[in-house]
């Protein structure tokens, strides 16, 4: 997509915000509260108290300029634990390669859990679980502590040391949450898939860390219906040579397959926490991308790298605190599961939701922010569409008078979608769309609680994100269409991919374009007053209901099939904020695509992926187009079908057959007419 976007003409009238904050919510907000405090104790520029949007362009505006200043405030802050202290903040800043707090050693899990050692805290919630039933099952600080702390005495008694992986094939209940905790408790590495996913699929990520231990349920329940894993479940173990035990999660009420640990056994104790303290960079856990060109990418992030950030993006952009309840739709697939457990850094508590997003009916997700109090609440854009279209009147048919902010990723939010936040829930609504990633399993661009929100836009870059749109050539724009890129290091950033020794793959990823400049794969737009667009992706990752998937995925299961030559997955962003993901397919000589072939395909994807991938259409093509090195010309189809021009979307002496690519375009002009 060859962007283009005009500048404001000086005679513009600014556009009006949809939402300002009150001055009340602007001096309470704990990020107004960190730049005067550091501004007294590390540097920082003083805010403006009659001018937020100056006071936090220039609190940005330090954070990248004085990186390691702003990184060691935040530490002191939020009062980090350093079991061993640090050398210095940043000893090298070179991207990839930035090696941040060396000498410093920390528990994550020790901070996630720090909020229960208060016997004032013990027994409120820091969990609250709800299933399709929608009733709210608190798990107390108490509670969470003892069950990590037995958790982590079994899996060092299974032989879990420091840097064994330990997996989870599990939806997001409390039990997700006390394994991935414990696992950092003992300095293992978390890795999880939801159980919709096939085996296909997670084999093709746990197979790759080699996990020593497997947490698993025998099913799960979505849509009213019990779906049984157990066949799956068995086939993971069968293919997971590494594993040394297998903890079984009745979720389903089945009893323990032979060989297998009861979760309930292993989490009896009562034991106080005991946290291994490892360095900086010391592996938390590996998320994966989603799989475009092959194998998915094993991300590695670290403990230090992500409690800073998180801190930094929960406590100060989210502006979350003890008092709060926190809630994102999410699954433990996807990277805002880690985000959101993340929740218990800052004291809050979590709202775990196992179940469908629209079950029994579209406003189901709003039904639990109600029930449980959620004073921030996040779902995907793609949800907030759904229930603009199905009439839902969130503000009038339920009680959401303790929500003070309302979140969305996954993909941009559409202007239709701020407008119907703010008329349809609440007209004092904060809505903070954010935007960010898998790979540093943080937000670049988004919330901050003292800005204004305009509609269709991002209010600002986050603090200690160098974020700038840059065009073909590395030239930094303003009010144009560029690619998002973030030209300083941050803590969250990966420290490595699994099996890539010589990290030739983790720099192809991101810093192939622009040496020494992370590319993130967005478009995007940093405007003239410091908000940010972000207009889907730069690339072919396919991005449906704020979950990545890959298209790789899709080729495996469907081309399995005798029927299928060759296919062609494409996610196109719509303009009305919908997303339509088609499958082109190539037949095999002599077959027909009938309704028969289309159920075949679609119950195959659904079987060996997961309902997500199932494609929007099934449409018959002559062939697929390739590169002259044979890849599949995902990008160029992708353009064409956003109305690019061809010969803007692709250079033609690339492809095998051009004129394979001119029924995409015809297909985008008959779509818009």
């Known amino acids: 997509m060859t962007a283009a976007h005009s500048s404001p003409q000086p005679d513009t009238p600014a556009p009006q915000p949809l939402w300002r904050p009150g001055p009340e919510r602007i001096r309470s907000a704990a990020v107004t509260r960190f730049q005067e405090w550091a501004a007294d104790h590390h540097g920082a520029p003083r805010g403006l108290p009659d001018d937020p949007e100056a006071s936090y362009a220039a609190l940005h505006r330090w954070s990248v300029e004085a990186l390691p200043d702003f990184w060691r405030a935040v530490a002191a802050w939020f009062d980090v634990r350093f079991a061993t202290p640090y050398d210095t903040v940043l000893a090298d800043d070179a991207m990839p390669g930035a090696v941040w707090f060396p000498g410093a050693t920390l528990n994550y899990a020790e901070h996630a859990l720090r909020a229960g050692e208060d016997p004032a805290r013990a027994d409120e919630p820091a969990l609250l679980h709800v ?24 899996l060092r008694r299974l032989g879990v040391r420091p840097g064994d992986r330990v997996s989870g094939y599990l939806p997001n209940t409390p039990q997700a949450a006390v394994a991935l905790l414990a696992t950092a408790a003992v300095g293992g590495v978390w890795t999880s898939c939801a159980p919709d996913f096939g085996a296909r699929s997670v084999l093709d990520r746990f197979q790759q860390v080699e996990p020593k231990v497997l947490f698993t349920v025998d099913g799960y329940r979505y849509g009213g219906k019990e779906h049984d894993r157990t066949e799956t479940v068995a086939e993971l173990r069968r293919e997971l040579p590494t594993l040394e035990a297998v903890v079984h ?3 389903l009420g089945t009893p323990a397959p032979e060989g297998t640990l009861e979760w309930d056994a292993l989490t009896a104790a009562d034991t106080e926490p005991v946290f291994e303290q490892v360095p900086f960079d010391h592996p938390l856990w590996v998320l994966y991308s989603s799989g475009t060109t092959g194998l998915p990418k094993a991300i590695v992030q670290s403990q230090g790298g992500i409690l800073l950030e998180h801190l930094k993006q929960l406590g100060l952009h989210c502006d979350l605190g003890p008092a709060d309840r926190f809630f994102w739709y999410t699954s433990t697939g996807w990277m805002m599961w880690n985000f959101l457990v993340s929740g218990l850094l800052v004291g809050s508590t979590v709202v775990v939701y196992d179940g469908s997003p629209g079950y029994p009916d579209t406003a189901a997700q709003w039904r639990v922010a109600e029930r449980t109090r959620a004073t921030l609440y996040g779902t995907s854009a793609a949800y907030v ?3 603009r279209k199905a009439d839902v009147h969130p503000g009038r048919d339920f009680d959401l008078s303790a929500l003070k902010c309302i979140g969305t990723t996954g993909s941009p939010l559409p202007p239709d979608g701020f407008r119907w936040l703010h008329d349809a829930v609440a007209a004092d609504m904060w809505i903070a769309s954010v935007s960010g990633g898998t790979d540093v399993c943080s937000c670049f661009a988004g919330a901050v609680p ?6 269709g836009e991002l209010q600002a870059p986050c603090l ?20 998002l890129v973030v030209t300083n290091p941050m803590p969250s950033m990966p420290v490595r991919f699994w099996n ?6 983790y720099h192809d990823s991101y810093f192939d374009t622009y040496p020494g400049v992370w590319r993130h794969g967005d478009w995007t737009t940093l405007t003239g ?7 889907g992706r730069s690339d072919s990752t396919l991005n449906r209901q704020g979950v990545r998937m890959g298209s790789a995925d899709i080729y495996e299961a469907v081309e399995r099939l005798p029927q299928i030559r060759e296919s062609l997955v494409i996610g196109v962003e719509q303009p009305d904020g919908g997303y339509w993901m088609p499958l082109f397919v190539h037949l095999a000589p002599g077959v027909t695509l009938d309704d028969a072939l289309r ?6 994807i659904r079987g060996s992926l997961s309902p997500r991938h199932v494609p929007d259409e099934i449409i018959e093509i002559p062939a697929v187009p390739h590169t002259l090195t044979g890849k599949r010309l995902e990008v160029p189809v992708k353009r064409l079908l956003q109305g690019t021009a061809l010969e803007k979307a692709v250079n033609p002496g690339s492809v095998d057959d051009v004129e394979l690519l001119r029924f995409y375009e015809r297909l985008a002009r008959e779509r818009t007419t």
């Open 249 to 251: 999660i009745p979720l």
């Open 529 to 535: 007053r410091n908000s940010v667009v972000i207009h």
């Open 450 to 455: 003292t800005l204004p929100v305009h509609i």
């Open 599 to 604: 159920d075949t395909v679609k119950q195959t």
């Open 385 to 387: 569409m759904a229930c």
């Open 500 to 505: 890539d020794p010589d990290g030739s793959r």
């Open 131 to 154: 299933d399709e039933t929608h009733e709210p099952v608190p798990v107390s600080w108490g509670e969470l502590r003892r069950q990590v702390g037995s958790l982590a005495d079994r």
């Open 464 to 483: 200690g994100t160098d974020l700038q749109s840059w065009d073909p050539q590395g030239k930094p724009l303003v009010d144009e269409v560029g690619e």
